[in-house]
């Protein structure tokens, strides 16, 4: 049986914006997702060279905000539940299988070389902003952070603004 | 009174709970469709809107639902994360991260839920999201400056911009509305299809009622303090009102009877007074205590019986209505206010002249209250303001 289709777009909302405040009542913090790859990143240093970590600036500024284990973290938690429940909701709708996706005029090559620099610049972005488009936008809206909107209305300028660029991606 | 961390949830429960939200949150994307990243960029070429609109809607609904949970009082917004401001910070990681949207297709979020139902370009993407973090990490003392950058504060967009949270959260509404219209009139043209989005009628126009109702209750919902207050300054009001008084002599007795537990004395004068003069069981205290979480624990706390004070009653009595009105119980005022306690217990001078057995007894009494009650205030002057644990969760990303 085939069945991919999306939930109606107005109960989405609703549901993610019932979940966002859910979140909020409850633990006072918003969602977010960067800051888990941001922990499992750290956590790799502090393994590989704990003497590294314990020399460099950034390190010991994250340790100084940030006691134990950066793995036992909110958002790791969270990252955690989004996989489970991503795939839960693609087994459901019958939607898990392995596939690569990518504009119909793009090559593969194109399209990991595009996956990779994405990744890196939201890397270094969303440190910069201080979250990414769930932590510092989504959430930042929910409570009318000044930061937080001027960084989501950043985000939505730049993607426009290099849209047209990498077209070719896409179209 | 929310937030429910630490007090009524733990923290290890709390990543329990995070775990659950994180489901929720996933399958919430996953079947809004964002775990596609040919669907996630469509926003920015035109052809497909939905992802914006989840996204902004979302964020709306939590907006006005945390104006409403803080307006009756069962959200401490002093308690919730803010996101700092670091404006150069801010804006330019933000359009690193928006070129990084249109290049890598997704955003860490929806890469997740993409990479869990076997997407490769998404389990690509996170490795690549690692990778610059670890760059950021690396090269932090490269980033520094601009990260540190022109701080604000964690101020909230409605002071920024100078204008009331209502009327921010009205326009805000409003322009969602417009928003949704004019992106389905781009999607249209773009697709050459007409997008069903919009076609089932009754659902769009109770939609746009639902938003339409949503943005005027945010506009005429006043600020809640202003609110109560202008009731309670109403001068109709305040004399047809009854609140139960305590009087002088009672308040000195349980002052003066060490087994007395239940008394507990709200002041209401200002800190420089207070730290001058205050009761033995008293606590400082202000209008905006009211509406924040760990002072209002106090008038709470099961049993206790709590004495509104100031200088004169009239002060007491607007305190008092307005705990009334946001639910307290067990309220009563001093009788005459600290002035008259001051006069006629403190500063009691006893009377030569006794005619009933009563002026005897209340003569007795005063006298020996205002030789007692000067000695506990002055054992008493470690007593402190309502303590503030303002321990803001700590959040983001």
Redesign the interface.
Known sequence: MENTK??N??L????????????????????????A??S???AT?ETIAPSHTQN????QEYKK?HSGNPL?N??V??????????????LV?N?????????PKATNRM??I??????????????????????????????????????????????????YF??K??? | MGPLVPDIISNNLNSIIALIIGIFFGAILEQAGFSSSRKLVGLFYGYDFTVLRVFFTAGIVAMVGVMALSYFGYLDINLVYINPTFLWSAIIGGLIMGLGFVLGGYCPGTSFCAASIGKIDAMVFIGGVFVGVLIFNEGYPLFEPLYKSAYWGSPRIFDTLGMSQNVFAFFMVVIALLAFWFTSKIENKVSKVKITNFNSKPLFLSFVAFGIILSLSAYILPDRKEALLRKVNDENYLKSAQIEKMTVDELAFRIMDEYDNKLQIIDFRNLEEYTKFALPKSIAFTIDNFFEKEPNKVLTTKGKINVFVANDEITEKKMALLANDLGYKRIKILDGGLDKFKKEILEYKPITEINTLDEEYSNRFRFKASKIIPELIKNNVSAAPVEKKQKRVIGGC
């Open positions: 999306y939930m777009p107005y989405a909302w609703i549901l993610l914006g019932l979940l966002l405040l859910a979140t909020i009542y409850i633990t006072g913090r918003g969602l977010g997702a960067s800051g790859i941001k499992y990143a750290i240093v460099t600036k950034f390190y905000e036992m909110w958002l938690f969270e990252i955690t539940g989004v996989i489970i429940g991503a795939f839960l909701s693609g709708s939607r898990l299988n392995l596939t690569f996706e990518k504009g399209r990991i595009g996956a990779i620099i994405g990744g890196i610049l939201w890397g270094i972005g969303s440190q910069l902003g201080r979250g990414c488009t769930s932590g510092a936008a989504l959430s930042g809206l929910a409570v009318f952070s000044t930061g937080g909107i001027i960084t989501m209305f950043a985000i939505f300028a730049g993607a426009y603004m290099f849209a990498f077209r991606f896409w179209l």
